[in-house]
């Protein structure tokens, strides 16, 4: 089998990923000649050539793509030698200075993600939709992280119920009704906001994610700012499962979930950290003509990252010759199928595979190994598919109907990883993904505990040091207690001075014989 070799980075590239000797049939493979990998060259007025990748003396005839593009056949091995420049990582891995300084806890991992003024920003929107209604209603910040520690708790426990059934007796969690009554949890996610409806009209104009913008904009912020990515970058989509009404939700018949709202990811292979997202909205009115839509997007995503010397792994949506010829200029290389149907390949990667005989069985491949390209490119590909199978598991999903809070349950199911990923860096901590969300929501729910444990922080009337008057006594018979419902079978002679109802003696003030009610 020979390799094949596009554009701007060291290895090759090829539409198919073979895991035998034999591939079906029916797949398309590209099928340079025996020995040789395609190597892309571009003329320029003087005739001479620019190689994309590193040059070779003994290269073969050339080939044209549609586009123009020049293709040079180079046998294979010849480009073996010292590593190339956009190969070489400048800069170390791991949580910022920023990130390690401020991590000293699973609370502190988390809020380097979700920081305290986008809390307050969600908090103020709550209580503003909540007020334009006409009640007055308040939410804390503490109470606002007890929320978020319920939806955590719910998702690692993946309880395939209704979020309110978790309160019963029967099916519920102590935890849940420890930390805050149904009928207030019911209230926050009832008047839950991301954004001023004053100013919503506005904004939706240019806008369609206008809804949640701030949120998502603050989080992928703060998620660049706590953590540098290694060498290997997968950029890829993830589809959020909703069916929430919204002017972007997309249809995939190839997808698990076949509605929801699309994403473009850039994810770090070792740690399978997100690093940037944007979401996908449609057509985009900004992009440049002639520019396709995966160069864009996989531009914009590496912006942070790029002049590094890192490597990028893409599916054949995104791998262009002109998309590596932009990443090799900002010293960053490239790997990724093609899609057969580009214009800037040769007729020669665009050869269907050979048949193979019914009447031949193959027993040995004498210790054959695939190319090398597609070893690295299995192994770099998964970033953010395993992101998003890891987000699925312990997921803060729940039902709604509106597509804001869908959105909001996959920042909060993202900065659980990003945390994770943090804290166990900073402190060297090794602690399991789902134990550390438990511990996660413990630490979030404490201070709002802390609070309710308290006293209520109430003006008490000093009491007046009043004469002592006997207690009057009634001639009658003794009659029940009537200051309390629970003081049953307490009968009693005494009298309220200030009521004339009976009182016992739990619910009397030893001065003047007045009830807690008259004090």
């Known amino acids: 089998m020979s390799d094949f070799e596009v554009e701007?980075?060291?290895?090759?590239?090829?539409?198919?990923?073979?895991?035998?000797?034999?591939?079906?049939?029916?797949?398309?493979?590209?099928?340079?000649?025996?020995?040789?990998?395609l190597t892309a060259v571009r003329r320029q007025d003087v005739g001479d050539q620019v190689w994309i990748g590193a040059p070779a003396p003994e290269s073969g005839?050339?080939?044209?793509?549609?586009?123009?593009?020049?293709?040079?056949?180079?046998p294979l091995g010849t480009g073996r030698?010292?590593?190339?420049?956009?190969n070489i990582l400048r800069e170390i891995a791991g949580p910022t200075a920023f990130a390690r300084h401020g991590i000293h806890d699973l609370e502190s991992a988390f809020l380097c993600l979700m920081d305290p003024l986008l809390l307050q920003h969600i908090r103020d929107c709550t209580v503003a939709e909540a007020r334009r209604s006409g009640?007055?209603?308040?939410?804390?910040?503490?109470?606002?992280?007890?929320?978020?520690?319920?939806?955590?708790?719910?998702?690692?426990?993946?309880?395939?119920?209704e979020m309110e059934s978790l309160w019963s007796d029967e099916w519920g969690l102590p935890f849940f009704?420890?930390?805050?009554?149904?009928?207030?949890?019911?209230?926050?996610?009832?008047?839950?906001?991301?954004?001023?409806?004053?100013?919503?009209?506005?904004?939706?104009?240019?806008?369609?994610?206008?809804?949640?913008?701030?949120?998502?904009?603050?989080?992928?912020?703060?998620?660049?700012?706590?953590?540098?990515?290694?060498?290997?970058?997968?950029?890829d989509e993830q589809l959020y499962p909703t069916k929430a009404r919204c002017r972007f939700t997309?249809?995939?018949?190839?997808?698990?979930?076949?509605?929801?709202?699309?994403?473009?990811?850039?994810?770090?292979?070792?740690?399978?950290?997100?690093?940037?997202?944007?979401?996908?909205?449609?057509?985009?009115?900004?992009?440049?003509?002639?520019?396709?839509?995966?160069?864009?997007?996989?531009?914009?995503?590496?912006?942070?990252?790029?002049?590094?010397?890192?490597?990028?792994?893409?599916?054949?949506?995104?791998?262009?010759?002109?998309?590596?010829?932009?990443?090799l200029a900002r010293n960053t290389s490239l790997v990724g199928t093609m899609n057969a149907a580009r214009r800037e390949l040769p007729p020669s990667a665009k050869q269907r595979a050979e048949l193979h005989s019914t009447k031949t069985v193959l027993t040995g491949t004498e210790g054959k190994r695939k190319p090398e390209t597609i070893t690295f490119y299995n192994t770099t590909k998964v970033g953010v598919d395993s992101l998003d199978q890891m987000a699925r598991l312990y997921s803060t999903k729940g039902a709604t109907r509106r597509w804001p809070v869908a959105v909001f349950c996959n920042?909060?199911?993202?900065?659980?990883?990003?945390?994770?990923?943090?804290?166990?860096?900073?402190?060297?901590?090794?602690?399991?993904?789902?134990?550390?969300?438990?511990?996660?929501?413990?630490?979030?729910r404490r201070e709002h505990m802390l609070a309710k444990a308290a006293p209520p922080a109430t003006v008490q009337r000093p009491l007046?040091?009043?004469?002592?008057?006997?207690?009057?006594?009634?001639?009658?018979?003794?009659?029940?207690?009537?200051?309390?419902?629970?003081?049953?079978?307490?009968?009693?002679?005494?009298v309220c001075s200030g009521c004339k109802r009976p009182v016992c003696g739990k619910c009397v003030v030893q001065l003047e014989p007045r009830c807690l009610k008259c004090v």
Request: proline share 7%; aromatic share 10%.
């Open 250 to 327: 997309q249809y995939m018949a190839n997808k698990p979930d076949k509605f929801g709202i699309k994403f473009w990811m850039a994810a770090d292979v070792d740690s399978k950290y997100f690093l940037n997202g944007i979401p996908y909205l449609g057509k985009d009115a900004a992009r440049p003509a002639g520019q396709r839509l995966g160069e864009r997007v996989v531009l914009n995503l590496m912006e942070p990252f790029m002049d590094k010397g890192r490597n990028v792994t893409t599916d054949n949506f995104f791998t262009s010759l002109s998309l590596a010829k932009c990443l």
């Open 61 to 74: 005839p050339e080939e044209m793509g549609k586009d123009g593009s020049v293709w040079l056949s180079v």
């Open 135 to 161: 009640i007055q209603w308040d939410l804390s910040i503490p109470e606002l992280k007890a929320f978020i520690a319920l939806l955590y708790v719910r998702g690692s426990f993946n309880k395939n119920l």
């Open 464 to 494: 007046l040091p009043l004469p002592y008057v006997p207690h009057p006594q009634v001639p009658e018979r003794r009659r029940q207690c009537q200051i309390n419902a629970h003081c049953k079978q307490n009968k009693t002679t005494v």
């Open 411 to 444: 920042i909060l199911d993202l900065a659980a990883i990003n945390a994770w990923v943090l804290y166990r860096q900073c402190t060297g901590a090794n602690i399991a993904r789902r134990a550390f969300i438990l511990e996660l929501a413990k630490e979030l």
């Open 8 to 37: 701007s980075d060291s290895g090759e590239n090829t539409d198919s990923e073979p895991d035998t000797a034999l591939p079906p049939p029916a797949k398309r493979r590209l099928t340079p000649p025996s020995g040789t990998a």
């Open 177 to 235: 009704r420890s930390t805050m009554p149904r009928r207030r949890y019911r209230q926050i996610m009832r008047f839950l906001r991301f954004d001023r409806r004053e100013e919503r009209q506005a904004r939706l104009a240019s806008d369609k994610f206008a809804l949640i913008t701030d949120v998502w904009r603050d989080f992928v912020t703060n998620s660049i700012r706590c953590y540098r990515p290694g060498e290997n970058v997968t950029v």
């Open 81 to 86: 030698g010292r590593r190339p420049s956009q």
